[in-house]
């Protein structure tokens, strides 16, 4: 069982291009997370969905985009980068969505952007 | 005042010794916790929840003070393998109803 799966495994992105991430789960977890991580600012909520074909708003969600079309795929879109998106971003999964539950992350992506 | 607060340290201890994080957060109404171990470069993962009066697992105890608002986090005779960053999680007391991780405690465990 692989559990979360990301990809790219790190990528350099010139400003103003597009870019998803990919995240992929096998756990059947109804709830998926995207975030950010930056030094002294800790893990950070962009987006989250609770169960397929709904999304929602964390607590950094501008310039970001996701969908879930399936319980297994929730991609995050920049749909124009900027420096400031540089970051190493984690994908997780829950089995609920709820406060209670045990996340489990994808190994992440380091994006770097020019 | 942050949802989770951390002394970032780093805490530097001898292999053997005990050593204790503490963590503060907001929400007054929060009931659950939990502790994530994030090592260099890698994913967080769960090492502990925290539920009512705490949890205890092997050399690990985590407590809840619910008067002053903070869980703490005992590691007793630690090893170089503990060496790590631990982040602690609370409920977020935003609209949409998740937790939020604090920046997290570097620990080092030194030979």
């Known amino acids: 069982i692989a559990g979360i799966t990301q990809a790219p495994t790190s990528q350099i992105l010139a400003a103003g291009r597009r870019m998803t991430l990919r995240c992929t789960q096998d756990m059947r977890h109804n709830a998926m997370y995207w975030y950010r991580q930056d030094l002294g600012l800790g893990l950070r909520l962009i987006h989250y969905s609770n169960t397929a074909g709904t999304t929602g708003k964390g607590e950094v969600p501008d310039g970001y985009s996701v969908s879930r079309a399936n319980t297994d795929d929730f991609p995050l879109t920049l749909a124009s980068a900027v420096p400031s998106q540089t970051s190493v971003y984690f994908c997780a999964s829950s089995e609920k969505g709820l406060r209670t539950d045990t996340q489990y992350f994808g190994p992440g992506t380091r994006l770097t952007v020019l | 005042r942050k949802e989770v607060e951390q002394d970032p340290g780093p805490f530097n201890v001898p292999e053997g010794a005990t050593v204790a994080f503490n963590c503060t957060y907001s929400?007054?109404?929060?009931?659950?916790f939990f502790w994530y171990r994030q090592d260099c470069r890698k994913e967080p993962k769960l090492l502990m929840s925290?539920?009512?009066s705490g949890n205890e697992d092997g050399r690990f105890t985590a407590q809840l003070n619910r008067a002053s608002q903070y869980i703490s986090l005992l590691i007793r005779d630690s090893k170089l393998s503990d060496s790590a960053t631990y982040l602690c999680v609370a409920p977020n007391s935003g609209g949409y109803q998740k937790v939020t991780f604090g920046t997290g405690t570097k620990l080092q465990v030194i030979p």
């Open positions: 929400n007054s109404a929060s009931q659950s």
């Open positions: 925290v539920y009512s």
